[in-house]
């Protein structure tokens, strides 16, 4: 997957402040990719450092004979979008990065996170999920919580 643009973070600013005691970041681990067997666990990982994991060769999008519009599924109706993306998400499905690039696409919403297949999830997929982010949920959790059909 090619990453046009994100917003820029300095470091120790990645996350929000949480206000009233409501967290509007999730404060769980990200898992960062260091290599095919290991992980590392941060609650303070940069955008920086997501978008490097998940632009690293590591990533099996990135060495996959795709064509990039199997990574933009048109249909609206998230069954579909699934049938029309299959193959990019089979190959999100065997990725050690998908809970990196998932976690970048949440921070980068706005950016273009919002669109195409990021972390083997369609568009309307990962719209749902952003709420339990928001609350807080970790996207490891998030990938575990969701249902076999819809990854």
Do not use: F
Not at 101 to 113: I, K, Y
Not at 146 to 151: L, R, S, Y
Request: aromatic letters at 4%; proline letters at 7%; a negative charge.
């Amino acid at each position: 997957m090619t990453i046009l643009a994100l917003p820029q973070q300095r470091a120790g600013h990645a996350r929000r402040p949480a206000t009233s005691g409501r967290r509007t970041r999730p404060a769980g681990p990200v898992l960062v990719a260091a290599s095919a067997d290991l992980h590392a666990e941060s609650a303070e990982v940069t955008v920086e450092e997501l978008s490097a994991t998940v632009m690293s060769p590591l990533a099996q999008c990135a060495g996959s004979a795709l064509d990039p519009d199997e990574w933009y599924p048109i249909a609206s109706k998230p069954s579909r979008a699934r049938a029309e993306a299959a193959r990019a998400l089979a190959v999100c499905a065997e990725c050690p990065v998908r809970a990196a690039c998932l976690e970048l696409s949440m921070r980068g919403w706005d950016a273009g996170g919002e669109h195409g297949i990021w972390g083997g999830l369609v568009e309307a997929d990962r719209a749902a999920a952003r709420a339990g982010w928001l609350a807080g949920t970790p996207v490891t959790a998030l990938l575990t919580a969701i249902p076999a059909e819809h990854g």
